[in-house]
Each structure stands twice: as structure tokens, then as C-alpha cells.
């Protein structure tokens, strides 16, 4: 038995959940793992006995807690340095690590918009709030250029998957989810993700939770077809649909 616990959330809902624990299983690392319901009556003290940030994920070495999905995934890098965490090549792993600290810190509109949910298919159109396509239009940026810099050796942004892929994982079903148009390297790289077998292992269990969590069921976001006229847009789409 492995001496590595991941603690998560409910999988249909915890983005940041889902950045480690895809990261491990794809690169084949052991670990237990421990589902707390979010915000149910004993979250609260269930959490704060684990993290001491009260947030999930957390990952339990021995009495070791390491918390914050960056350092966990700086942290697991270390106990398997050839695991393929990062990529090999020192630009590209800088690059990586830049991309990945930008999807930690920033893109809070669409992450707050557009919550993860993936059981729902009925949310088309909705979720574009102010700051929005902003978010998209940066996200789709990033996703171009790795994936012409360093993606001729693999399908994901610099070829293998890496942490910058599990980072960006929960983007690619919220974009699928919300119905945001891709132009075709973006739509080739969300299928890459969507297809790994990892993240259908999540996918599955996901879509077998009977728990809601009322605060990331959006029904009351306005449906809206489109960019505004005035956005600058890179690439080849500026629809949303």
C-alpha cells in the first residue's frame, strides 16, 4: 500500500481536485486516495483535520501534509523525478512551470463564471460573465503557442503529458462543458485531454456521484451567442456558442 494519500473533493466539481490526482495516475504513481463531500455538515471539521488551508486537495505523506495543487505537484516531482512530471527540456519546463502558475493565480472570471461540473450537457452558451473572454482568449493563446512550439513530439502542450496539462485539464471540460468554439489546434488538444485515459477514469466516477452542490449548479447565468464586437481576438474563432 502506497503512503501517499490524495485527499479531493467530489469529483464532479473539484477542478483543483482533479490537477494532481491526473497528474499521478497518468504518470503512474501510487497513491491511496480519500474523497471528502464538499460543504456537507461535516466538511468543515473533516477538511480542517487534514489541510490547513481548509481546501481541498491535500496529499498525505506518512503525517506529512502538503497542500496548494502546485506544491503538491513540485512535491511528487521530487519523490519521482522520472516520472515525467515536467518536461525534460529545461526551456520547455520553464515555460511549463510559467503557464502553470498563470492558470494557479489568474483566470478568476471564467473559473467563477464557469464552474467544473461535468455531469451537466445543457449549460451551452451560458457562463460568459464580465472578464470572461478575456479569460478565453489569453487560455487559447497559451494553448497555441506551446502546442507550436513544443508539441510536434506528442498530442498535449510540449508533446508528453506534463503538470501543465493536469493544470489545465479542468479549463478544457469547462470549455467543452460551456460550448466555447475552438479553432482547430485548440479543439485537437482539448480532444487529446478529454480521450486520456486518466481523466475518463475521473470522468466516469464523476458522472457515478449522486451529491450536488447547489453553488456550482448554474442556471441563472443569461445565454450569450457571442464576443463582443470590440474584443480583440487571437486566432481563428471569436464565437462562443
Not at 493536469?166 to 478529454?194: I, K, W
Given at each position: 500500500?502506497?503512503?501517499?494519500?490524495?485527499?479531493?473533493?467530489?469529483?464532479?466539481?473539484?477542478?483543483?481536485?482533479?490537477?494532481?490526482?491526473?497528474?499521478?495516475?497518468?504518470?503512474?504513481i501510487p497513491f491511496n486516495e480519500r474523497l471528502l463531500l464538499l460543504f456537507d455538515e461535516n466538511w468543515k471539521n473533516a477538511i480542517s483535520a487534514v489541510s490547513p488551508s481548509g481546501r481541498v486537495p491535500v496529499l498525505l505523506h506518512g503525517e506529512r501534509p502538503v497542500w496548494e495543487t502546485l506544491a503538491i505537484l513540485e512535491y511528487v516531482n521530487e519523490l519521482f523525478p522520472g516520472a515525467g512530471i515536467w518536461p525534460a527540456d529545461r526551456d520547455a519546463r520553464a515555460h511549463a512551470r510559467s503557464i502553470a502558475n498563470e492558470m494557479h493565480a489568474g483566470f478568476t472570471a471564467l473559473r467563477a463564471h464557469m464552474p467544473m461540473n461535468l455531469r451537466r450537457d445543457d449549460l451551452k452558451g451560458r457562463g460568459r460573465g464580465p472578464g470572461v473572454v478575456e479569460d478565453i482568449v489569453r487560455i487559447r493563446a497559451i494553448w497555441r503557442d506551446c502546442r507550436e512550439r513544443w508539441g510536434a513530439c506528442g498530442d498535449f502542450l510540449f508533446g508528453d503529458f506534463s503538470a501543465a496539462?493536469?493544470?489545465?485539464?479542468?479549463?478544457?471540460?469547462?470549455?467543452?462543458?460551456?460550448?466555447?468554439?475552438?479553432?482547430?489546434?485548440?479543439?485537437?488538444?482539448?480532444?487529446?485531454?478529454?480521450?486520456?485515459?486518466?481523466?475518463?477514469?475521473?470522468?466516469?466516477?464523476?458522472?457515478?456521484?449522486?451529491?450536488?452542490?447547489?453553488?456550482?449548479?448554474?442556471?441563472?447565468?443569461?445565454?450569450?451567442?457571442?464576443?463582443?464586437?470590440?474584443?480583440?481576438?487571437?486566432?481563428?474563432?471569436a464565437t462562443v456558442s
Amino acid at each position: 500500500m502506497s503512503d501517499l494519500t490524495l485527499v479531493i473533493g467530489n469529483k464532479n466539481y473539484s477542478s483543483w481536485s482533479l490537477r494532481p490526482w491526473l497528474a499521478m495516475r497518468h504518470a503512474g504513481i501510487p497513491f491511496n486516495e480519500r474523497l471528502l463531500l464538499l460543504f456537507d455538515e461535516n466538511w468543515k471539521n473533516a477538511i480542517s483535520a487534514v489541510s490547513p488551508s481548509g481546501r481541498v486537495p491535500v496529499l498525505l505523506h506518512g503525517e506529512r501534509p502538503v497542500w496548494e495543487t502546485l506544491a503538491i505537484l513540485e512535491y511528487v516531482n521530487e519523490l519521482f523525478p522520472g516520472a515525467g512530471i515536467w518536461p525534460a527540456d529545461r526551456d520547455a519546463r520553464a515555460h511549463a512551470r510559467s503557464i502553470a502558475n498563470e492558470m494557479h493565480a489568474g483566470f478568476t472570471a471564467l473559473r467563477a463564471h464557469m464552474p467544473m461540473n461535468l455531469r451537466r450537457d445543457d449549460l451551452k452558451g451560458r457562463g460568459r460573465g464580465p472578464g470572461v473572454v478575456e479569460d478565453i482568449v489569453r487560455i487559447r493563446a497559451i494553448w497555441r503557442d506551446c502546442r507550436e512550439r513544443w508539441g510536434a513530439c506528442g498530442d498535449f502542450l510540449f508533446g508528453d503529458f506534463s503538470a501543465a496539462d493536469a493544470m489545465y485539464a479542468p479549463v478544457v471540460t469547462r470549455l467543452d462543458t460551456y460550448g466555447v468554439d475552438l479553432d482547430d489546434t485548440c479543439a485537437a488538444y482539448s480532444r487529446a485531454v478529454l480521450s486520456l485515459p486518466a481523466f475518463l477514469e475521473w470522468r466516469e466516477a464523476a458522472l457515478q456521484e449522486p451529491w450536488i452542490v447547489p453553488e456550482d449548479e448554474i442556471d441563472r447565468e443569461p445565454e450569450f451567442k457571442s464576443f463582443p464586437p470590440n474584443q480583440a481576438t487571437i486566432g481563428r474563432s471569436a464565437t462562443v456558442s
